[in-house]
């Protein structure tokens, strides 16, 4: 009989370099991104992963894609300047690892949103609020306009 071994005991073994290599790659990118790119475009294209792949034949060398989300508007800029970019990516590296870069068009660092300010109601305004609500019956519209309500006469 034999022993069954688990899958998530050998997957370490067999991915460990390459993985290792690639997100290494990835973070040096990060570091280095406003090196690469300038402070500008830095601000609107961001690194998103790397596709790494294994040389096919004996004596070829394994090759990198570098994809970049950029806006539509911003990926016809930064097309031009794909040699350049590459020249500065693969000098971090200290040799020409990654071999392309593909622009990924979506929004790039999109402004975050601004996080909700909890409002207060004062009591005088709840009060209020209460008196005027108390002519309506029905349970599920009264809780919506004291909701709507709270809103609308709360301070931050």
Not at 45 to 55: G, M, S, T
């Amino acid at each position: 009989m034999c022993a069954l071994k688990l899958v998530s005991d050998a997957v370490p073994k067999v991915t460990d370099k390459t993985f290792k290599r690639k997100y290494i790659a990835l973070g040096r990118v990060v570091t280095h991104w406003e090196d690469i790119m300038g402070e500008k475009m830095a601000q609107v294209a961001q690194p998103l992963k790397i596709h790494y792949r294994k040389a096919h034949r004996k004596g070829d060398k394994p090759t990198a894609t570098l994809d970049i989300a950029v806006s539509s508007s911003q990926a016809s800029l930064l097309i031009m300047q794909k040699g350049v970019l590459l020249e500065k990516i693969n000098h971090v590296f200290g040799e020409q690892w990654i071999t392309d870069i593909k622009f990924v068009h979506n929004s790039a660092n999109m402004p975050l949103k601004e996080a909700k300010v909890k409002k207060i109601l004062s009591e005088d305004k709840k009060t209020v609020l209460s008196n005027m609500l108390d002519v309506v019956e029905d349970a599920e519209i009264k809780e919506r306009l004291a909701k709507m309500g709270r809103g609308v006469l709360s301070e931050q």
